[in-house]
């Protein structure tokens, strides 16, 4: 099945430290999400792309959505302790309703106070 | 993304027991999704129901997998003689209707953790 190519697997910084995630595939997807998950939580929506190109922010977020709509990257500055979590991509094919989520394996972010 | 309830939070079964799990969609969302993610993996989808409709079921077992998300009441997801292969993290997702320039965004649950026995 589909599968989008998420890395770093992991990823060990110190406090302040900027962080760059990013996500690849093979096809084309109309939407690219980005979702933060805490250990016993569901994904909670950091960002979502809806245009190829299309640089957004979210605080100290900030994410792509690449122009040949096959990846997407996302970076945090200045992270904190409370950034600590597992980052998933997922990218979205449709444009109607119904559209599933093809997710990444996931970033696992540790931050050193 | 306050409003998308699942439970039971945690549900312990032993093998050939039937395991059932519930989700209500945020208010206002007429669109359900079922995700299941394997310890240390992303999620993998499963099922997509509309009120009263199975659109999508692509992503669910044929055999012992069911989804039900009726007119009135929260959306089910059933599991029947449950095996051990059968233990994860499901979650449960909605969404509005798509809207062109912002996408249809799904809004997820906080899970249940199925641990067969």
Redesign the interface.
Known sequence: GQQ?N?SPQSMFIQEGEDVSMNCTSSSIF??W?W?KQDP??????LI?L?KAGELTSNGRLTAQFGITRKDSFLNISASIPSDVGIY?C?G?K?????????????TQLTVNP | NAGVMQNPRHLVRRRGQEARLRCSPMKGHSHVYWYRQLPEEGLKFMVYLQKENIIDESGMPKERFSAEFPKEGPSILRIQQVVRGDSAAYFCASSHTFIRGTGETQYFGPGTRLLVL
């Open positions: 989008l998420q109309n939407t999400l979702y016993g939580e569901g994904p909670v929506l979502a809806y998933f997922a979205q449709g444009e109607t309703s119904g559209s599933r989520l093809t997710f990444g394996e996931g």
